[in-house]
Structures are given as C-alpha cells and as structure tokens.
C-alpha cells in the first residue's frame, strides 16, 4: 500500500446533477491521454461514491503532489452551485474512512486550491466553506 499524507478534494468543474464519474473518466482519458481517470473517488450528486483510479495506484489530481495523496472530486462546479446534501453526507462518510484506514486526521485534508503549487480555485468557494467547517468540527 502506498504511504498516503494526505487527501485532496476536488471540483469537476461540470454540472452537479448531470456529471458522472464515466464522464470524468472519459474527459481525463480520452481528452487528456491518461491511463484513468484522475481521482481515486468521485461522488456524484445523488451523494453515490463511486470508484475512481485504484486507491493503491498513484492518482493525476494535484500536480507535483501525486504520489502520497488520495483525491476525491465532487461533480459540481461549487464556484456556482452547492453540493447536494447527499454529497456532503457521502464525502463526510468517505473521509471519516479514509482518515481511519491512512491513520490520518482531518487536518490532512485539503482542497485542491490549497496546495502550494495549484493555480486553482478547484474545489469552489462553495464546498470549501463546508469543508472548512469540518475540518475544524463545526
């Protein structure tokens, strides 16, 4: 198993509600020429987590910071639309796992624009808020 630091949580930047992780995956395969989707986990927004890249295989979703994180991408673009309730109830779910298996605390979880070296307003001001207030238990 990989040694994982950290967990980054990502926007699709797409329509919440008619985004899928199939999509994604074609987007970043297709468009892009990567061998899979990007993201070890996506939750689309009727709060379903679905598998993304193997969590054991080094993901494509924080350049320059792959190879010790985990990512998890939210359809939506939250820079004008909320997460569905569902989302965050799956996302607050998914990370309490992950968090426990990587022995890990929810202080090692980031959203992509907080990393040092993106140029990103990923994963949108909407979901950053609530992701603030669940790092710091609110």
């Not at 990007?38 to 679905?50: A, F, L, P, T, W």
């Not at 993304?52 to 939250?78: D, E, M």
């Not at 992950?98 to 605390?105: D, E, I, M, R």
Request: glycine share 10%.
């Amino acid at each position: 198993m990989r040694n994982i630091h950290s967990i980054y949580v990502h926007h699709s930047a797409s329509s919440r509600d008619n985004t899928t992780r199939d999509m994604i995956r074609s987007w970043h395969t297709d468009g892009n020429g990567w061998s899979d989707i990007g993201y070890h986990y996506v939750i689309e927004g009727d709060g379903q987590i679905k598998e993304g890249r193997p969590v054991y295989i080094i993901g494509a979703h924080v350049r320059g910071n792959n190879s010790k994180t985990v990512g998890v991408c939210l359809t939506g673009n939250f820079e004008v639309e909320e997460p569905s309730n569902q989302q965050l109830t799956s996302l607050w779910r998914l990370l309490d796992g992950l968090l426990t298996n990587f022995g890990l605390t929810r202080t090692d979880v980031y959203a992509h624009k907080e990393d040092r070296q993106a140029n990103t307003k990923c994963c949108g001001e909407n979901l950053f808020e609530h992701l603030k207030k669940w790092r710091n238990n609110e």
